[in-house]
Nanobody
Framework: VQLTESGGGLVQAGGSLRLSCAAS????????MGWFRQAPGNEREFIAG????????VYADSVKGRFTTSRDNAKNTLYLQMNSLKPEDTAVYYC???????????????????WGQGTQVTVSS
C-alpha cells in the first residue's frame, strides 16, 4: 500500500483544514485506516481511525468533536476534516493503513504497516 497525504498548511486558530490521503496498491476498501500526528519532541500519537467501509470511526479525546475522518473507497482516498483548530494541533500529520484488519482494533503506530510521508499543519494563535 502506498499513501500520499496532502492539504496541510498554515491556518489561524479557530480555522479549518481538510487533509487527504490518496492510496494505491492493495484494494483500498479492504483495510482500516488511521491518522496520526507528531509534534517536535513528542511521540507519534493516534488521533482518528476508520473501518474498511467507513461505517465505524474512532477518535482520540484531544480531537473528538472537532475532527472527522471519512473515506471514499471509489476514489481510494481518506480524509480528515479539522475544525476549530488550536495551536496545540500543530504537528506533522500522517495517514496509515492497517492492512491486517477491516476495523481499527489497535491504535499504536506499530500496528499500522503502511505510512504516508506526512503533511505539516501549523496553527497560529
Amino acid at each position: 500500500v502506498q499513501l500520499t497525504e496532502s492539504g496541510g498548511g498554515l491556518v489561524q486558530a479557530g480555522g479549518s483544514l481538510r487533509l487527504s490521503c490518496a492510496a494505491s496498491g492493495r484494494t483500498f476498501s479492504s483495510y482500516a485506516m488511521g491518522w496520526f500526528r507528531q509534534a517536535p519532541g513528542n511521540e507519534r500519537e493516534f488521533i482518528a481511525g476508520i473501518s474498511f467501509s467507513g461505517s465505524r470511526s474512532v477518535y482520540a479525546d484531544s480531537v473528538k468533536g472537532r475532527f472527522t475522518t471519512s473515506r471514499d473507497n471509489a476514489k481510494n482516498t481518506l480524509y480528515l476534516q479539522m475544525n476549530s483548530l488550536k495551536p496545540e494541533d500543530t504537528a506533522v500529520y500522517y495517514c496509515a493503513a492497517d492492512s491486517t484488519s477491516l476495523y481499527v482494533r489497535r491504535t499504536t503506530p506499530n500496528d499500522f504497516d503502511s505510512w504516508g510521508q506526512g503533511t505539516q499543519v501549523t496553527v497560529s494563535s
